[in-house]
């Protein structure tokens, strides 16, 4: 049990839709990374957000965005779904940004149809 | 590109074995991280380094950071230790997030 919540577990959308996943960190996480594991591969990073103010993104376009709220909630928006936007969306805290251990949360499996 | 790469991608091997897994990364970096991942998709931290070595139970983990390789050692496997096995590694800026290996499919067998 890391403590890091992820809802909803499952979620199906159409194509076109918008859609929320939340991350609840560990409390005094400031950190708080996102990422998109296709079926099959490695997660990929998505974005970071540090102390509520994003800190660092992957390669991914401007339709996936992300606010990190001072509770250590946090949550990924992501419009205009595209079929392959269908992946487990998983978010992990840490304390900071110095590198230390990583808390997963079990993931938001999303499937666009 | 700055790279991950993990050996070997899939692994079987009877109940009791010594088992290795290698990861080989590109450039310096600042942290390690070696994860399990089971069926359904929740992802365990078992390791985070930066050098050395370090023993959990059954696991051990070593890094060298002069030839940018690291193992996962499990001793006395048991089925239960069947998942996919990550490394991870958090690049020198570290704002890039982790960048992840393809993982290493491990089944043990009874």
């Known amino acids: 049990e890391t403590g890091v919540t992820q809802s909803p577990t499952h979620l199906i959308k159409t194509r076109g839709q918008q859609v929320t996943l939340r991350c609840s960190s560990q409390?005094?996480?400031?950190?708080v990374s996102w990422y998109q594991q296709a079926l099959g591969q490695g997660p990929q990073f998505i974005f970071q957000y540090y102390r509520e103010e994003e800190n660092g993104r992957g390669n991914f376009p401007p339709r996936f965005s992300g606010l990190q709220f001072p509770n250590y909630s946090s949550e990924l928006n992501v419009n205009a779904l595209e079929l392959d936007d269908s992946a487990l969306y998983l978010c992990?805290?840490?304390?900071?940004?110095?590198?230390?251990?990583?808390?997963f949360g079990p993931g938001t499996r999303l499937t666009v149809l | 590109k700055n790279e991950v790469e993990q050996s070997p991608q899939n692994l079987t091997a009877q109940e009791g074995e010594f088992i290795t897994i290698n990861c080989s990364y590109s450039v310096g970096i600042s942290a390690l991280h070696w994860l399990q991942q089971h069926p359904g998709g929740g992802i365990v931290s078992l390791f985070m380094l930066s050098s050395g070595k370090k023993k959990h139970g059954r696991l051990i983990a070593t890094i060298n950071i002069q030839e940018k390789h690291s193992s996962l050692h499990i001793t006395a496997s048991h089925p239960r230790d069947s998942a996919v096995y990550i490394c991870a590694v958090l690049w020198g800026g570290g704002a890039d997030g982790l960048t992840f290996g393809k993982g290493t499919h491990l089944i043990i067998q009874p």
């Open positions: 409390s005094g996480h400031n950190t």
């Open positions: 992990a805290s840490s304390l900071d940004l110095s590198g230390g251990e990583q808390f």
